[in-house]
């Protein structure tokens, strides 16, 4: 049988030694009342009689590894392609075998392949750790696993017991009024968010209109509502979100050549939304919010649309009936960060339905962010 597994250097490792005693318990003997199967030749290894934990504690460890890996730049010295690990541990002057260490793992994880003996390039996967991948997954990626974002973590437990958020049980602030005392944290976050706003499906599913007003609400320094208005040449753009994010909004938008068709308004939609645009957009905002504090944004935009206005919410929707591993984990993640878990498009239309608004169509990207399109209702 042919091995068509990651392969990877063998380098400074030793095969486990074997054990000829023959295993009993689970895997290895069957009973059915006084009569017993004796299984020769089939034992089970260890790691494949508890896959699922392995996994998960195989993943919490590989995820230092990858971050040291962008840390240490040898995603962007492969960006050109494959290089022998003595170039690679030269050209980012640091040990060869210490290199290894974080390159043997990543290997296996499927970041990295090893096209020759310790010849190593980019798998695809590890291509959307690039720097210049439109992904923005590495920004993503910086964030989960720097600082208190990380640490937060260790707080889930409390959080489940006490109904406050981990961030703040760690921090002492929440998530929001953190950002606005950390300007480095802040950054990153910012950034994280603006790399990897879903903006394609926006336009390629939501049918966004040519002309009219565009306002995102909650739309950060206005990395997604500049990417929208470069594609749609003739609409105009209102970015909404608190005053000293807004302000930090005119170098990006002044890059993106969209200024002069975008203005910029610093306030809370928890007191009001500016009024009288014709989309309203809401990327990875509502997710963020507790149903009640949800409700009170939800009834604060209806007071803005006008009768044909719509407002388009994206997120991440899980479904019940088709449970994602990766949905699943991101709903934890907004736990962690907000308090939040991520809902059903079902148990939207009930905090829809009292707020005044009604879910006219659902545009799911599977394992990605979805579009929800929402009018007032009659």
């Known amino acids: 049988m042919t091995d068509t597994g990651p392969k990877v250097s063998t380098r400074g490792r030793s095969a486990p030694p074997t054990d000829p005693r023959p295993r009993t318990g689970p895997g290895t003997d069957l009973e059915r009342g006084d009569v017993v199967v004796e299984l020769r030749g089939?034992?089970?290894?260890?790691?494949?009689?508890?896959?699922?934990?392995?996994?998960?504690?195989s993943s919490a460890m590989l995820m230092h590894a990858v971050s040291a890996l962008v840390g240490l730049g040898v995603i962007d010295a492969l960006?050109?392609?494959p290089l022998p690990l003595t170039d690679l541990a030269r050209r980012l002057q640091v040990e060869e075998d210490r290199l290894l260490?974080?390159?043997?793992?990543?290997?296996?994880?499927?970041?990295?392949?090893?096209?020759?003996?310790?010849?190593?390039?980019?798998?695809?996967?590890?291509?959307?750790?690039?720097?210049?991948?439109?992904?923005?997954?590495?920004?993503?990626?910086?964030?989960?696993?720097?600082?208190?974002?990380?640490?937060?973590w260790t707080h889930l437990e409390e959080a489940i017991r006490t109904g406050r958020t981990a961030f703040e049980l760690h921090t002492g602030r929440e998530l929001f009024g953190?950002?606005?005392?950390?300007?480095?944290?802040?950054?990153?976050?910012?950034?994280?968010?603006?790399?990897?706003?879903?903006?394609?499906?926006?336009?390629?599913?939501?049918?966004?209109?040519?002309?009219?007003?565009?306002?995102?609400l909650g739309g950060g320094e206005g990395a997604a509502?500049?990417?929208?208005?470069?594609?749609r040449p003739h609409l105009e753009g209102i970015l909404f979100d608190l005053p000293e994010v807004v302000e930090g909004a005119a170098p990006l938008l002044r890059a993106e050549g969209v200024d002069r068709r975008c203005t910029t308004v610093g306030g809370s939609f928890f007191d009001r939304v500016p009024p009288g645009a014709d989309v309203y957009l809401m990327t990875r905002v509502m997710q963020n919010w507790s149903d009640a504090d949800a409700l009170r944004i939800l009834r604060?935009?209806?007071?803005?649309?006008?009768?044909?206005?719509r407002l388009l919410?994206?997120?991440?929707?899980?479904?019940?009936?088709?449970?994602?591993?990766?949905?699943?984990?991101?709903?934890?993640s907004m736990f962690v960060l907000y308090g939040a878990p991520l809902r059903t498009s079902e148990r939207y239309e009930e905090l829809f339905h009292r707020a005044g608004l009604t879910l006219r169509a659902v545009h799911r990207v599977p394992e990605g962010e979805s579009i929800m399109d929402v009018r007032r209702a009659p």
Not at 313 to 332: D, F, K, Q, V
């Open 101 to 152: 260490i974080v390159v043997r793992p990543a290997t296996v994880a499927g970041l990295l392949r090893e096209n020759g003996p310790d010849l190593f390039t980019l798998s695809p996967s590890g291509e959307r750790l690039r720097a210049d991948d439109p992904s923005g997954l590495r920004d993503l990626f910086h964030m989960c696993t720097y600082g208190d974002f990380l640490q937060a």
């Open 178 to 216: 953190y950002l606005g005392d950390n300007r480095e944290e802040a950054t990153i976050f910012h950034r994280a968010m603006n790399a990897s706003a879903p903006v394609p499906a926006l336009l390629e599913r939501a049918d966004l209109p040519h002309q009219g007003t565009v306002a995102d």
């Open 225 to 231: 509502l500049a990417t929208i208005l470069r594609a």
């Open 42 to 57: 089939t034992e089970v290894p260890p790691e494949e009689d508890d896959t699922a934990l392995t996994g998960i504690v």
């Open 300 to 309: 604060n935009v209806r007071e803005a649309m006008h009768d044909t206005s």
């Open 313 to 332: 919410i994206t997120g991440h929707l899980p479904e019940r009936e088709r449970p994602s591993r990766y949905l699943e984990a991101m709903s934890l």
């Open 79 to 81: 960006a050109d392609g």
